[in-house]
């Protein structure tokens, strides 16, 4: 019983506070607005400064206004130098970054940045990732129905990924509990709000998501305004 009162509470101190902006890329609202351009390194990110504004380059990208994803395909700075789109770390556009993903994991040609839908020490975003996995296949014979030749097939398939990532250290990891509360030591009520949490329950993800936008809050990032 104490422990269930424990956990109703620490849920409720969680579920009172506006914490409506972790629940959309459209609602997130970052500590800072970030310049827009390109950042080559986590660096230049941590202290909002751009290693090129967008009027200093020219090429070919395109940012999908519902999404936010950012695809680029090539970007050549003023001094005619070719930027590859494989080295950068991150890009901002109307003051919302965006962080690369290895084209292989997506399965994608172009280089593609997914939005950051929340934004502080502890930053959150998702993204479709391609599932690859072998299968062994027959080949039937048509008369007799038995198989007469067997092989391994690769195949695809998309699936949600969520990641967190800490912009002190640039670490990507999964979206789980376990993962949040390891970057949440230095917040003790914050990673105790998130041990008592069940997987399963309802909510469970939004009040996972509603702990980071506390803590960002507790533990702001700093950014070089």
């Known amino acids: 019983m104490k422990t269930d009162r424990l956990r109703i509470g620490w849920i409720c101190i969680l579920g009172c506070l506006s914490l409506t902006s972790a629940l959309g890329q459209n609602r997130n609202t970052p500590q800072v607005r970030f310049k827009d351009g390109v950042y080559l390194t986590l660096q230049q990110f941590q202290t909002n400064q751009p290693g090129y504004s967008w009027k200093q380059l020219r090429g070919n990208w395109f940012r999908n206004p519902e999404s936010g ?12 130098a070719a930027l590859s789109p494989e080295s950068l770390w991150g890009v901002c556009v109307d003051g919302k970054p965006a962080v690369r993903i290895d084209a292989d994991s997506i399965n994608r040609s172009s280089v593609v940045f997914y939005p950051l839908t929340i934004t502080g020490a502890i930053s959150y975003f998702s993204y479709e990732g391609i599932l690859r996995d072998t299968v062994e296949m027959a080949a039937y014979n048509p008369e007799s129905g038995l198989p007469f030749r067997k092989g391994k097939v690769q195949r695809s398939k998309q699936e949600p990924r969520e990641r967190l990532l800490s912009l002190h250290t640039g670490e990507i990891l999964p979206f789980t509990r376990e993962n949040l509360m390891h ?38 990032l700093p950014v070089v305004k």
Do not use: C, K, M
């Open 69 to 80: 994803v950012v695809t680029v395909v090539e970007l050549i700075a003023a001094e005619n």
């Open 183 to 220: 970057w949440t030591d230095n917040d003790p009520e914050i990673r105790r709000a998130i041990s008592v949490l069940q997987e399963g329950e309802p909510n469970f993800r939004e009040q996972l998501l509603r702990a980071i936008v506390v803590y960002n809050q507790r533990n702001p």
